[in-house]
């Protein structure tokens, strides 16, 4: 089962070390709330209570609990002045605790009468129940979703602070299906992904389109690997520094790692597969260390078969979630039907020859 390691491939750990070196996360800027969902939240201020008073949940009459207990239509009581009478949103008056309903007041006579007895807190929404204050909208290296944004809004935000990395894709031509896959996958990660078309499949088209624009991540689609037209990793070379050629990764061994600058920059292969484990295994993570995302939670559960991996490279795994078992759909190699089915994905190390049948594992959703 054992299998040598290439010599000319770099293992997929130190492939990540000379990646992530040196590099921060980038600087937080403000996005209308719109914009900022599904971006990482940078550092926030803390919110006020919301409501900041206790206020009416519903229209009827602010009344104190305590001056209508046990009144009802048989026995009714009495009021001095009549009740002020409060709509959804208003803020309660001074000494109310609850809101009655129109027909629990009879206005028709000298003297209001109360029909109904009063709970307190029946028709007000409390001080600080939506958000009792002192905490942001949310922790700094969380996804903004949906729910965050309905807090922001309720807290009467405008914008919210967030972490949203630059990435350029290039795409070298013959990779276009790929290069939108690996676009979606970015802006669902929370870049700011803008797909660069290259001229053509030769080392000046790629420099051109790779020094024409500004980002955090460079990222190229296609020409990494030894073909005639594959020039990328010279264009690379002529732009930058290369870093590595050859990943100990299956599959995605031809994977390039390189810089720019300050820009780290990983060539991916043009073929699906080979791209969306180079994405999964580099450039997520680097993804992640720009926007100051906090480490993602893998889902364990046991496998419902044995995964199986040569020693020596390691080997990204598609899994399914079958009943609350992990099934095993492709490991290496990646059929596009295995990708469709996919909810997870687990990156079995170069040292180990797999996972038995039974064993727990650590997954990381698909399109988390």
Known sequence: MTQCLPPLLTPLDTALVR????????????????????????????????????????????????????ASSYSPAQLA????????????????????????????????????????????RRAGSD???????????????????????????????????????????????????????????????????????????????????????????????????????????????????GIALHPGKTTALGRIGTVPVIALPGSPDQALAAWLALALPLLDRLSGRQSRKPVSLPLARKVASGVGIAELALLANDRGTWLPLAAGDLPLQAIARADAWLLVPANSEGFAAGAAVDAYLMWE
Do not use: Q, Y
């Not at 007041?105 to 007895?117: H, K, N, Q, R, W």
């Open 19 to 70: 990646l992530l070196g040196g590099l921060d996360s980038v600087a937080p800027i403000e996005l209308p709330l719109a914009d900022a969902r599904g971006c990482v939240a940078a550092e926030m201020p803390p919110l006020a209570a919301c409501p900041p008073h206790d206020i009416a949940a519903v229209d009827g009459w602010a009344l104190s609990a305590g001056d209508v207990v046990g």
């Open 81 to 124: 002045a009549l009740p002020a009478w409060v709509e959804a949103g208003d803020a309660m008056p001074s000494g109310c605790d609850c809101v009655l309903d129109a027909a629990a007041v009879d206005t028709s006579g000298p003297i209001a009468e109360v029909l109904a007895d009063g709970v307190p807190g029946r028709g007000v």
């Open 131 to 245: 958000h009792a204050g002192g905490k942001p909208v949310v922790a700094a290296g969380l996804e903004i979703r949906t729910h965050h944004l309905l807090l922001a809004r309720a807290a009467g935000l405008k914008t919210l602070s967030v972490r949203r990395p630059r990435l350029r894709l290039v795409n070298v031509p013959g990779g276009t299906a790929t290069a939108a896959v690996i676009a979606e996958l970015a802006r669902t990660a929370g870049a700011d992904a803008i797909v660069v078309e290259a001229r053509a499949r030769d080392a000046e088209s790629v420099a051109d389109a790779a020094d024409s624009v500004a980002c955090d991540l460079l990222l190229t689609i296609g020409g990494s690997g030894p073909g005639r037209c594959d020039a990328t990793v010279a264009a690379l070379s002529e732009c930058g520094e290369l870093l590595a050629h």
